[in-house]
Structure formats: structure tokens, C-alpha cells
């Protein structure tokens, strides 16, 4: 009998999802972490392991197709796919190696992340998604931690003979970190401090909110640090959004509408405020300190007699920003409607934008610049415009707004005395929602890319449109 139910326990690990999903967890962060890429194969060992775990996966939930298709929105997703597949076969010359894998990792993202199984008891459900997040937030405590030591240290490694290029330590005024992209690791670390304040929800242990805690504090000094503006708004929005969703529920302002409305949304606007200004006065702070410890304190009329250190780096790059506030993105943005004009119904394929440029608008902002070829507008809906054309574009736009009205009007109507803690839990996943919908509008990984914010993306979407769809209000209870 025990053994019947440990195979049955080991076949269901591999048909749910679950060890596919930390799997793929551990390929994207690694495939952010500047220092677990100078490892010789760690990253094709996961991304072969993702694939073969994933695969597995999707053919036992093409077997059993008719419990998955009832989840809300997924036919919408089909269709977004295909039409990610017909701009592919329109533009094939111009390549297809890329754009196949894309697909591939979509499908899992779509398919497995998103998709839930309705047929899952909701206990093993919140434990997968509670294992998740402490991986999730276990990493992130250790790397920004790595990337705080590598700051004090006065750390800056540039490695231009490397691929991918490696930068680490204090670049150009920012706090790179073990990370291989500033504005990509702050908007996780925003994730981790909101993922841990939700595990804190879910458990009273004390050593849990001493660990989330100083996580909290970690987050928001890499953010700060990073000098990561999209980093900055994502933390903004999370809390104000957070903010709002706990007052307007909040038993003690049990007033009129108008009023519980008006006091939530000052509030909240109250604490954007804050958000945006705390990492600024912690980097200001900390210049100031450079600055001081840095100068030459000598007596009046004295002359030093060793020669003068060049100063410490600090933090921020207003130099780099005087000239253009928008750090390029308004000339890639108007560089990809370029593109999408010339194929405005089914778009280049995202993945041979550079090719088709080269060829069709050889003079355009995306691969005739002084900084050299983009291969994204740093705008994921810019990307799915130019990718596939105004057909995609519509098919994504109807999804996103469908589930954002799905998860707030589900929020919304959840009377006080049924208000409870999983309604206290999904208010911080929809502010962790909003903080990545935010970077959206900054740089474009969550739709065709692998990374942190993708795979959180999906996977708290699915979790949440589940839940709020009726088909199992307990899955996260």
C-alpha cells in the first residue's frame, strides 16, 4: 500500500507540474545571475531538464484535455499563439530557430504556469505555490545580499570578451549585483519583498517574519541601489495597490462608499509618494557619506603629503540621463511603430524584427544607433504590436483586460464578513501582479522571454483568475 502511494506520489510530481516548476524556476534565475553563467553547462542542464519535465507535462494534459479546457481565458491564449505562430510562418526567411524556442517556452508558460488543473485538491496547490515562494525568496535574500557585499567591497567587474557580456559588482553608478541586469533584478526583488510579507501571511512563525523582515530591507536597498527607475515605479504601484485593496476592505472604515473610496485612494496615493522618494533619500544618503569619508581633510595651509585617492563611485546617472529622460526608450518606441507599419496585421515576428530592420528600414532607431542593435523596444505591448501586428495585439489586449476586471471585481465584491485571510493573501499577489504589469511598460520579458518576472507573472495570474472564476475558491486559502 505505502509503495503504491509513493509511486502515485512520484508520478503526480511529474503530471502536476510541480517539479517542472521548480525546475524552471531555478533556469530563469540562473539565467540572470551573472556569476552562475560563468558555469561551465549549468544552464543547458536546466534547460534540457525543463524541457523533458515540461513535455511530460503537456502530453498528459493534451491526454486529459477535456478537465483543463474549462479554465477561463485559455482559449484566448490559444489563440494569441496562434497568432504568435502565423507571424512566425509569414516572416520564416528571416529566421526561425529563435522564434520556434520562443514558442516552445511560451507554451509552457501558457500552458502549464497559467493553466491549472481543476481536479487538484487545494491543499497540494497552496503548498506548491508556498514552496515556490520560498525558493523564489531564498534566492533573492542571498543574491541581493551578494550584491550589497559586492558594493561595500567597492567590487566593478567588466567582462566585454565574454558571452553573454559580463557586468557585476558597481557599473556606470548602478548596482549591477550578482545580477546581469540591474532593471530586471530590481523588479524581483519589489516581487520578493511583497512574496515574503505573503508567506508571513500564511505562517505565524517568528523566525518567518525575522527572515521576511530583513528581506523587506535587502529588497528595497537593492532597488535603491540599482538605481533602477522601472524598479522604483514597480515598488510604487505595489504598494499603493496593496494599500488600496487592504483599506477599501478594512472593517474599521465601514462608512459610506464615497468615503471608504476616498480615504483608500489617498492613501494609497500617499504611499506612492512615499515609495518614490524613500530608495532616492537611501542613495542620497549614501552619496553623501561617500563624499564625506572620500575628501581630503587636511589643516588650513597644509599640503597632503601623499598623493589624493580618486573617490569611491556613487550611486546614479543623471549625466546619462540629462539629454533624454527616457534612456532611448522613446526613440525605440518610435522606431517599432516604424516597423509596424510596414506589416500591420500579423506584425515581423518579434524574434526577426532586427533582420527584417536590416533589410526593409535599414535607417531605423532599433539597429542604426551610437549604442548598437536592440532586439527589444523595451515595452512588451510594443512588442507584441510590432511581433504580431495589431491581430495579436487585440487577442493580448482582450485577455489582460478580461483578467484584470475578472480579479478586481472578484476582490471587490467580497463582502467584510467574508473578507478573510486568503482575500488578505491575494490582495499582496495582485499588488506583486501590478508591480509586473508596471514594468511592462519598461522592458518587455514577461511575454517572450524566460526570466524571474515571467514565470511569476503567469503563474500568479493562473493562480488568481482560478480563483476568482469559481472553479475552486479555496485554492489558495
Not at 113 to 119: C, E, I, N
Not at 291 to 296: A, C
Not at 307 to 312: A, F, I, R, S
Amino acid at each position: 500500500m505505502k509503495e503504491n502511494n509513493k509511486i502515485r506520489g512520484i508520478f503526480e510530481g511529474f503530471t502536476s507540474g510541480f517539479l517542472f516548476k521548480i525546475v524552471y524556476l531555478a533556469l530563469v534565475l540562473i539565467s540572470f545571475n551573472t556569476f552562475a553563467l560563468d558555469v561551465p553547462y549549468l544552464k543547458t542542464v536546466f534547460v534540457a531538464l525543463s524541457v523533458a519535465l515540461g513535455g511530460i507535462v503537456l502530453v498528459y494534459r493534451l491526454i486529459h484535455f477535456k478537465r483543463f479546457i474549462k479554465m477561463k481565458y485559455i482559449w484566448i491564449l490559444v489563440a494569441f499563439l496562434a497568432s504568435y505562430l502565423l507571424s512566425l510562418l509569414l516572416n520564416l526567411r528571416y529566421g526561425f530557430l529563435e522564434p520556434i524556442q520562443a514558442m516552445v517556452w511560451m507554451t509552457f508558460q501558457y500552458f502549464i504556469l497559467f493553466l491549472k488543473d481543476p481536479a487538484r485538491p487545494c491543499e497540494k496547490s497552496q503548498r506548491e505555490f508556498r514552496v515556490l515562494s520560498w525558493i523564489f525568496c531564498v534566492y533573492q535574500f542571498c543574491c541581493s545580499a551578494a550584491s550589497l557585499v559586492l558594493l561595500f567591497l567597492n567590487y566593478t567587474e567588466l567582462n566585454f570578451e565574454r558571452q553573454p557580456i559580463k557586468l557585476a559588482g558597481l557599473v556606470w553608478g548602478r548596482l549591477w549585483g550578482v545580477y546581469t541586469d540591474p532593471n530586471y533584478a530590481a523588479v524581483l526583488a519589489v516581487a520578493a519583498a511583497f512574496l515574503g510579507i505573503y508567506l508571513v501571511k500564511c505562517h505565524k512563525s517568528v523566525f518567518l517574519k525575522i527572515f521576511c523582515g530583513i528581506n523587506v530591507v535587502l529588497q528595497l536597498l537593492y532597488v535603491a541601489f540599482s538605481d533602477s527607475r522601472t524598479g522604483l515605479v514597480c515598488l510604487a504601484v505595489a504598494g499603493a495597490c496593496y494599500a488600496y485593496l487592504r483599506l477599501v476592505k478594512l472593517p474599521k472604515l465601514d462608512r459610506k462608499r464615497l468615503v471608504r473610496q476616498t480615504v483608500s485612494c489617498i492613501t494609497a496615493l500617499c504611499i506612492l509618494c512615499v515609495l518614490l522618494i524613500v530608495p532616492k533619500g537611501i542613495t542620497y544618503t549614501y552619496n553623501k557619506v561617500i563624499e564625506l569619508t572620500s575628501s581630503d581633510i587636511t589643516e588650513p595651509g597644509e599640503t597632503p603629503q601623499t598623493p589624493q585617492e580618486p573617490p569611491e563611485p556613487t550611486i546614479g546617472r543623471e549625466q546619462d540621463i540629462e539629454s533624454d529622460v527616457s534612456n532611448r526608450r522613446f526613440d525605440l518606441w518610435k522606431s517599432g511603430l516604424e516597423i509596424y507599419r510596414l506589416k500591420p496585421i500579423f506584425g515581423v515576428s518579434i524574434f526577426n524584427a532586427v533582420a527584417f530592420a536590416q533589410e526593409q528600414l535599414p535607417t531605423t532607431y532599433l539597429i542604426n544607433n551610437d549604442a548598437g542593435i536592440f532586439d527589444s523596444l523595451h515595452n512588451a505591448f510594443l512588442n507584441v504590436l510590432m511581433g504580431q501586428g495589431i491581430v495579436g495585439f487585440v487577442i493580448f489586449m482582450i485577455f489582460i483586460v478580461l483578467c484584470v476586471v475578472l480579479i478586481l471585481k472578484g476582490y471587490l465584491k467580497t463582502k467584510k464578513e467574508e473578507y478573510c485571510r486568503t482575500n488578505v493573501r491575494n490582495a499582496i499577489l495582485i499588488a506583486v501582479l501590478a508591480a509586473l504589469g508596471a514594468s511592462m511598460m519598461f522592458v518587455g520579458d514577461i511575454v517572450y522571454l524566460n526570466s524571474g518576472a515571467s514565470f511569476l507573472f503567469w503563474n500568479i495570474l493562473g493562480c488568481l483568475v482560478f480563483y476568482y472564476s469559481g472553479e475552486e475558491q479555496d485554492a489558495l486559502a
